[in-house]
């Protein structure tokens, strides 16, 4: 008895993990919209999507204000960053994201700014049905908070 009920408690154990484990994927793919922490502005729409286990971000569309050019590339890229002059909606800008599971939040990646062409390190976690993306350099963080996209591409 005592050896059936060690078995229940690993099966319910490892269950109970496959399901969170599950959930946080499903929590964090998908449409979200992008907010410029500076102006309040939507900017974007960006997919995340699992690709083998990492997580990555592409942007499906950009909000444009009226003179704006509607199909940008990525001029200010690096001379060496292969998104050097191709088109942003498209572009993938989240890469190489891996699931903390201690943290609860996937990290390890990296996040580029098309806007300015610079790459940074990268987290990403679902706080509040938002989800918040940290760009960083060393201890030099910004966080912007997404929201969930259910609009037009």
């Known amino acids: 008895m005592k050896k059936i009920t ?17 959930a946080q994927h499903e929590e964090i793919t998908g449409l979200w919209k992008t907010i410029d922490d500076e102006t309040g502005e939507p900017k974007s729409v960006v997919e ?21 050019d509607p199909d ?12 050097k002059n191709q088109k942003i909606i498209g572009m993938t800008i989240i890469t190489d994201m891996v699931y903390d599971e201690d943290d609860d939040e ?24 938002k989800l918040q993306v940290r760009g960083y ?6 966080t912007q908070e997404w929201v969930r996209y259910n609009g037009e591409i």
């Open 137 to 142: 350099v060393l201890f030099f963080h910004r």
């Open 6 to 22: 060690f078995l229940l408690g690993i099966l319910i154990s490892f269950t109970f993990f496959a399901y969170n484990s599950f």
């Open 48 to 68: 995340i999507y699992l690709n083998e286990g990492k997580l990555y971000g592409k942007i499906v569309k950009l909000f444009r204000k009226p003179g704006e």
């Open 106 to 129: 996937w990290e390890d990646g990296e996040i580029l700014d098309p806007k300015n062409g610079k790459v940074y390190d990268c987290k990403l976690w679902v706080e509040n049905g």
């Open 72 to 83: 940008p590339v990525c001029d200010k890229c690096d001379e060496d960053d292969p998104r």
